[in-house]
């Protein structure tokens, strides 16, 4: 059945923090910024991932940690059963061309000063993906996928719109080919009319070149409709993850319903009934003992002040990591 | 309603120019905003709603033509020389910018920036500017703030850094808040707690406030009234309940049902079709027309001007949208 392309184990990174001069002086510890707490997961082929999850949980490091942009504390991601960190991983680029990553902002991310054919052609070069004779073909070819004009290829990205950007970073990325995309935000600057655009190209593309997809995004709606799973991330960590549909109708574990419910509603008179989530919000300084939610969880009982849940099966949704998932989705 | 309006915008134009040729960014922007007040401005991607709010401000006019009228509280900005300006910046008017990344000091601390905002524009000694950054960031939902105050931008998340610009425009409380998408890289919890935040300052402190966003779920729950722009123009205004649930101009009736709500999962979404013209090259009728399902003989000639369709409610199209389901039928 369907293949594991890429599996992330127990991944951890800290960041130290810059201790000020008055620690320095009272000779305080150093700091350090807990961004992944063990996350684990698998993607499969040809499937689009959701991760979802409060700012700040550490998406954009995970996303960064699977192009190797970061190197995890520990922990390690393997792709077709090598270790992307290992020395072999680390001298064959072919890694960096498989898994292509596209940024929240293309317009930081392409050069102001190259037009759009020099950009496509400059990352076929890179990676030898076509000879020199071939390369104003396969130009117009990616233009012609992602559904910009032809002339566009003359153009400089500032010539654009934030839509048409999008979309040559999307070249850009399927210039050479990869196997795996990671998408950071990659629709919320835009209009909803282009939003879908960029949605409808990205689930053809995946269809037609069976493309697999982490799309990290804080629109719910959007998730929702690209992705086959969701990943819900709470403090570095995973705490719920399953089948898309299931999770957005029941959705198991309680930070993940808090998540859901605030979604803001379309309709200016529902004004839903947002749960409200209580208590201190927590800080990646300083990750709560236990359950790492439950300072703010409505149904904490001693157990999760101290024992880390663990991510299980739950009967008819996904895995959640919570100690009391059965009692809290009975009386839902 | 808007009895003593404490900003008015009236016919107001931005053109820049580039290569030679004029480039009409924003034409003929009018609306009123009273104390406490809501405003919502959606609106395609290059449509002109950051350069309004630039406009507005006294910002665009720098590497741009600014015609039109902008009162605030009465008084002129657009004649306003620079000096006076910057003694309303940031003290009575702030803006949010839409780039958290860019409008960032990267050689500053967070709270360095913060607590040189409180010093321009309030009279908070050292040790109350300290202490009120600390509180304006934990108002944003910054865990652990005062020890994140010696941080710089790069350590924090895109969302946080986003919380860092919206904690340094509210921190001298402002009368006017401008905001560009400021929750768009949060999410939905910590965006809530935000436009509550925003809107309770809007209630207590009578701010009034003008919100860009393309999130419609964000306008339905925040907004009082609203205002669609489309290449440079409003096209679409009035009450929000009214333009959203019962679009009029084709362009507002596209964007509501671009957003994917009760469409099955995975399936090609709705979006408007075609592409939005250059300005360099605005169609002689409407500018919708190209991409107009409605459209007929006179759109290709004649520019549909804003016209009150209903009270409070005005729209910029020569066959609107019929106004109920029965004149539908
Ligand atoms: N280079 C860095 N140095 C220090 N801390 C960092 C660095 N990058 C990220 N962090 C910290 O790691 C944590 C996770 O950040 P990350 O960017 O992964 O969050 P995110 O989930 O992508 O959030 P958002 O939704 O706001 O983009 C945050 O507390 C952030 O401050
Ligand atoms: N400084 C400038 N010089 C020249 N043209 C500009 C400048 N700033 C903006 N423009 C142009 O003005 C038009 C309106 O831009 P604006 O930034 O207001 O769009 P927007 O509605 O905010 O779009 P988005 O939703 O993508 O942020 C665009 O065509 C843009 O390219
Ligand atoms: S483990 Fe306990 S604190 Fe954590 S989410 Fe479940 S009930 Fe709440
Ligand atoms: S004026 Fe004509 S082209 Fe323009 S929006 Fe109305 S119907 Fe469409
Ligand atoms: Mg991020
Ligand atoms: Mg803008």
Redesign the pocket.
């Known amino acids: 059945m369907t293949q594991t392309v890429m599996k992330i184990d127990d991944l951890h990174l800290s960041f130290p923090v810059s201790r000020s001069l008055l620690d320095v002086v009272q000779r305080k510890p150093g700091k350090s910024v807990n961004a992944l707490n063990g996350v684990s997961l698998e993607l499969k082929q040809g499937e689009t991932l959701g991760v979802v999850g409060e700012s700040g949980c550490g998406k954009s490091t995970l996303a960064r940690c699977i192009v190797r942009l970061y190197a995890p504390t520990s922990g390690q991601i393997h792709f077709e059963d090598e270790n992307i960190f290992g020395a072999a991983a680390r001298k064959d680029r072919s890694y960096n061309r498989r898994v292509q990553m596209m940024f929240q902002d293309p317009y930081s991310s392409l050069n102001p000063r190259m037009s759009t054919g020099d950009i496509l052609a400059e990352a076929l070069r890179v990676h030898q993906m076509r000879p020199e004779n071939e390369i104003a073909g396969r130009v117009e070819e990616l233009l012609e996928l992602v559904r910009l004009p032809q002339d566009a290829a003359e153009k400089l990205p500032h010539e654009f719109s934030g839509g048409q950007r999008q979309r040559i970073a999307i070249a850009r990325a399927l210039a050479v080919e990869p196997e795996v995309l990671i998408a950071d935000e990659l629709v919320s600057a835009l209009d909803v009319s282009v939003q879908a655009q960029v949605v409808n190209l990205l689930l053809e593309l995946q269809e037609r070149l069976k493309l697999t997809i982490l799309f990290v995004a804080h629109d719910l709606r959007l998730v929702r409709h690209v992705s086959n799973r969701v990943a819900v991330i709470y403090l570095g960590r995973i705490?719920e993850i399953g089948d898309s549909e299931t999770l957005f109708s029941a959705p198991s574990?309680?930070?993940s319903r808090a998540l859901l419910s605030a979604a803001p509603s379309l309709d200016p008179d529902d004004k839903g009934v947002a749960i409200q989530l209580e208590g201190e919000l927590p800080s990646p300084l300083n990750v709560p003992s236990?359950?790492p939610?439950?300072v703010r969880?409505r149904?904490?009982?001693a157990?999760?002040r101290t024992v880390v849940?663990a991510l299980r099966a739950l009967e008819g949704r996904g895995e959640v990591?919570?100690?009391?998932?059965e009692e809290?989705n009975q009386h839902a | 309603m808007t009895d003593h309006p404490i900003l008015e915008v009236e016919n107001l134009c931005t053109t820049f120019s580039r290569g030679g040729t004029a480039l009409p960014a924003v034409r003929d922007v009018s609306f009123a905003l009273g104390k406490g007040h809501v405003q919502g401005l959606v609106g395609e991607s290059g449509s002109g709603k950051s350069v309004t709010l630039r406009s507005i401000l006294g910002l665009a006019r720098h590497y741009g033509e600014v015609s039109g009228s902008v009162r605030w509280q009465g008084q002129e900005l657009t004649s306003m020389s620079e000096r006076q300006l910057r003694k309303i910046r940031g003290r009575e008017i702030a803006m949010i910018f839409q780039e958290p990344m860019t409008s960032l000091n990267p050689l500053l601390t967070v709270g360095t920036q913060l607590t040189e905002t409180l010093k321009a524009h309030t009279d908070l000694g050292r040790r109350a500017r300290r202490d009120r950054a600390i509180e304006m960031l934990d108002h944003v939902g910054i865990p652990a703030a005062a020890s994140r105050l010696g941080e710089y931008p790069h350590q924090f998340s895109g969302g946080m850094r986003q919380r860092v610009m919206i904690a340094i425009a509210l921190a001298a409380s402002p009368k006017l808040l401008l905001a560009d998408e400021p929750t768009t890289a949060l999410d939905v919890t910590i965006q809530a707690q935000i436009l509550d935040l925003i809107l309770k300052l809007a209630d207590e402190m009578s701010m009034g406030v003008v919100l860009v966003t393309h999130d419609l779920g964000v306008v339905a729950q925040t907004c009082d009234t609203v205002s669609v722009m489309y290449a440079g123009r409003v096209v679409e205004q009035g009450d929000v309940r009214q333009v959203l649930q019962t679009p009029r101009h084709p362009y507002t009736e596209g964007l509501m049902r671009s957003v994917p709500q009760d469409v099955p999962p995975r399936t090609q979404l709705y979006s408007v079709p075609g592409t939005p013209p250059s300005l360099f090259s605005l169609p002689e009728g409407c500018a919708f027309a190209p991409r107009c399902q409605s459209a007929g003989p006179a759109c290709q000639t004649a520019r549909p001007t804003l016209q009150d369709i209903a009270s409070g409610r005005q729209t910029a199209c020569f066959n609107p949208l019929p106004a109920t389901q029965e004149d539908a039928a």
Not at chain 1, 321 to 325: E, I, L
């Open positions: 705490v574990h309680p930070y236990g359950c939610f439950h969880c149904h904490v009982t157990q999760c849940p990591a919570c100690h009391h998932a809290i």
